[in-house]
């Protein structure tokens, strides 16, 4: 019997992660191709596309990215109660090594742009792709124990709070108050909603709808509005239709949109974010560009020594044990991987740079989180590691 139905669910299907990273890599790709060849006015066109007063660019950015949020919302509040965050000693090694894996990509890159305006990007190289990372790392199977995939998707779910504050408190124009108070009043409807135990979704939806838009033109980036409603979302609720007497709607709910987030707003995403166009600048001016460095270099080296250190430190003090089967050099392969900063890194570079510089932030992006993939997956791979226990 199973005790714990809402932990991991979608570890039971782990190795199909790796089909929606290998999409969005395929869709970054084409996107370059497309803004650095013959049409790219065609593709440039359509990214600056109108719709109202919002670009397609920015309908997926502002809105349909709101669902993706609200899915890692709703992954936070489940770890939180259930699954791997739900107490001090199962929190302590994935919180360390988060922390590490976002302060170290920041030293960094601000070491290499140490004033404005390359300094607002800080925040770019802090970012763990979960999908791209635990895909990468399902390529693996029994070569790794489970107990490594857990302590994998833990951190990288604290690495997206942490993207999420940043996002809050240091990517935000100016507030207005009314609009943010109008929001509010959205939350509080929600709880309440709950509280008279009304399950329809339509009505959740159409508050939801409301609640973003006020966080629209409240100055807080929209996308918060999706992680509040998923972190207000329960995780049980009563029915007196059903056998149990109650269902998860979080876990309803992740069931229904995973699919459309990995196949289609994740794609979409990648599609309107990665395409830059280079146009005369070479590759040696590129990789040269102190953006480019501080970027690439944050996730790869930064997210390496950021988590390895930090988890040392909190073994070695006592504060929490390496996952169960698992070695040092699993933890190292680990935060090799967690470099993989593709989808936030690419969302807050959208929101800290200006079109011109992110020319060298999203190149970095992407050659860092290629080569942090690589040489993770490798080392992993071909490093004669040793697991003990039954776990894998």
């Not at 065609?42 to 502002?62: P, R």
């Not at 876990?251 to 280079?278: C, D, K, Q, R, T």
């Not at 988590?307 to 698992?326: H, R």
Request: proline fraction near 4%; charged fraction near 10%.
């Amino acid at each position: 019997m199973v005790s714990n139905p809402g932990k991991f669910q979608f570890l039971k299907n782990i190795h199909r992660e790796a089909i929606p990273g290998l999409i969005l890599l395929a869709v970054a790709i084409l996107a370059m191709v497309l803004a650095n060849g013959s049409l790219s006015e065609v593709y440039f066109s359509i990214v600056n596309f109108k719709i109202g007063s919002l670009t397609l660019q920015l309908w997926v950015n502002d809105a349909l990215m709101v669902i993706f949020f609200f899915m890692v919302g709703m992954e936070i509040k489940r770890e939180l109660i259930q699954g791997e965050l739900n107490s001090v000693k199962k929190a302590t090694l994935p919180l360390a090594a988060a922390l590490g894996g976002m302060i170290f990509p920041a030293l960094i890159y601000v070491y290499f742009n140490p004033q404005a305006p390359n300094l607002s990007g800080w925040g770019i190289p802090m970012a763990t792709d979960i999908a791209f990372a635990l895909g990468t790392l399902s390529l693996l199977g029994q070569r790794v124990p489970k107990s490594l995939v857990i302590f994998l998707m833990a951190l990288a779910v604290i690495d997206d709070l942490g993207a999420i504050l940043v996002i809050a408190f240091f990517y935000t124009s100016q507030i207005k108050i009314l609009a943010l108070g109008l929001a509010s009043l959205g939350l509080m409807a929600i709880l309440v909603m709950q509280f008279l135990k009304i399950k329809n979704y339509g009505f959740y939806i159409i508050i939801g709808i409301a609640i973003w838009s006020a966080f629209l033109i409240s100055g807080v980036h929209a996308t918060i509005a999706g992680v509040l409603i998923g972190l207000l979302t329960p995780i049980r609720f009563s029915d007196s239709k059903r056998t149990d007497g109650h269902y998860s709607p979080i876990n309803e709910l992740v069931h229904w949109l995973h699919p459309w987030s990995s196949y289609a707003i994740m794609p979409m995403f990648a599609f309107f974010n990665a395409g830059v166009a280079l146009g005369d600048i070479h590759f040696g001016e590129l990789i040269s560009h102190p953006i480019n460095q501080g970027v690439l270099l944050g996730l790869f080296a930064g997210k390496t020594i950021g988590i390895s250190l930090f988890c040392l430190l909190a073994v070695k003090l006592g504060l929490a044990a390496l996952p169960k089967g698992a070695q040092w050099s699993h933890v190292t392969g680990v935060a090799m991987i967690a470099g993989i900063g593709f989808t936030m890194s690419l969302f807050i570079s959208s929101l800290a740079l200006s079109p011109e510089l992110e020319i060298y932030s999203k190149t970095g992006i992407l050659m860092g989180s290629i080569l942090a993939a690589i040489v993770g997956f490798t080392f992993l791979r071909f490093y004669p590691h040793k697991i003990s226990g039954s776990n894998h």
